[in-house]
């Protein structure tokens, strides 16, 4: 049963330095053109209106760089395929500064309630070099506007690994986001993907990061910190306090099925998994022509299923555990696994008990080095 669904809003009003996904500059027509193509896309996999989802996550771009009509299109259009009464989590994406009263009051009515926001680092100096529009200020009157409206199950994200960042200036903006004392928070490395302004300029020797101690010492400090504020690490960059794990996000740990609708959106379907068209005029123009704008439809069969139970099962706090890992496959882990279990333990990038297996602090630093153990050259029976 599919449970969970993604929609991509590709829309920014600035594209930042380091961002891969997928995005274009805001512009009232495309945004117009953008959403009758994706309730076209909808459409065409959900055949009977109000039906029930666990989790709706509208991610970006920025979602709410949308104006207040198309805003309300887009919720209405959710609101019409989905039963939103009855979903368990229903998160928006936000850039601080995009969030005004009229916005944040319409997302409440059409019952929204979560928001991820991305404020990235408590810096101004740092925000306009990564190419930000939004500064400090932003975030705190923006947190401040959800709260009033009764809207308090709020994300943050934060960056550390950036250029010209210390590891005493990441602890005065991680101090400041803990400040909130929000619900949950996320954090991530900062990564210098292909056709980013970043990757342009780190390959022009225009750019360094932190030296990777100084970046691993900041991923030490992230979690002690977010310990000592009761947020428990439930994930490899995530944290919260009990009870508001993001259970969108968990569905694709959980190696779960999911929708996914949008241009660059993919999908984890029974059997395959779908990954859209990216460029805007082949997202729009396929979409309105077939309903299904698909660039490829990767098929998943058990071999890649127990894989990505691995990679992504790896990921949360308590890993995978053995029983429904049986129960899942009808295989033993420790059957298909035992060399790679016993290589990651001796790297100390592993623990074993008797309930399953799940990463050290280190294997935490190393996690691609672990995943990659997890490939397998066969099916096995």
């Known amino acids: ?6 929609i991509h809003i590709p829309f920014c009003e600035k594209i930042c330095h380091y961002c891969d996904f997928t995005k274009f500059f805001y512009e009232e027509k495309m945004a117009d053109d953008y959403l009758i193509a994706l309730e076209k896309e909808i459409s065409a996999y959900i055949d009977t209106p109000k039906q029930p989802m666990r989790t709706i996550f509208v991610g970006g771009g920025t979602p709410t760089a949308l104006n207040v009509k198309q805003l309300k299109k887009l919720l209405l259009t959710i609101e019409h395929y989905f039963d939103v009464s009855n979903v368990e989590e229903y998160t928006f994406e936000a850039n601080p500064g995009d969030l005004d009263e009229e916005k ?3 997302l409440v009515a059409y019952g929204v309630n979560r928001i991820s926001m991305g404020a990235q680092v408590f810096d101004d100096a740092l925000l306009e070099h ?4 939004h500064r400090v200020k932003d975030v705190y009157k923006n947190v401040n506007d959800l709260k009033r409206n009764n809207l308090t199950n ?10 010209n960042q210390t590891l005493e200036g990441f602890s005065r903006s991680l101090q400041e986001a803990l400040s909130f004392d929000l619900p949950h928070y996320s954090s991530y490395s900062l990564q210098i993907e292909p056709k980013t302004v970043f990757y342009q300029r780190y390959n022009k020797g225009k750019l360094q990061k932190p030296p990777e101690e100084t970046e691993a010492a900041m991923y030490h400090m992230l979690i002690e910190e977010m310990e000592n504020m009761g947020k428990f690490q439930y994930e490899i960059s995530n944290f919260s306090e009990r009870n508001f794990e993001s259970k969108h996000n968990l569905t694709y740990w959980d190696n779960s099925y999911y929708y996914g609708f949008g241009a660059g959106a993919s999908g984890y379907l ?3 998994r779908i990954i859209n068209l990216r460029p805007f005029p082949a997202y729009v123009k396929q979409t309105n022509e077939t309903g299904k704008p698909v660039l490829h439809a990767e098929p998943i069969g058990r ?3 127990i894989e990505e139970e691995l990679f992504l099962g790896l990921r949360k706090q308590t890993g995978v555990r053995f029983k429904s890992f049986k129960e899942k496959y009808g295989l033993a882990l420790t059957d298909i696994y035992k060399e790679e279990l016993n290589y990651l333990k001796a790297k100390q990038w592993l623990i074993q008990d008797d309930e399953g297996i799940r990463l050290t602090r280190n294997g935490k630093l190393f996690g691609n080095e672990v995943f990659q153990a997890f490939l397998l050259d066969n099916d096995p029976t």
């Open 130 to 133: 990564l190419g930000r529009l």
């Open 1 to 6: 049963m599919i449970s969970s669904v993604y």
């Open 104 to 106: 944040i009051k319409l």
């Open 154 to 163: 709020i994300s943050i994200d934060l960056m550390y690994g950036l250029p």
């Open 270 to 272: 029974p059997g395959e």
């Open 303 to 305: 071999k890649e299923q």
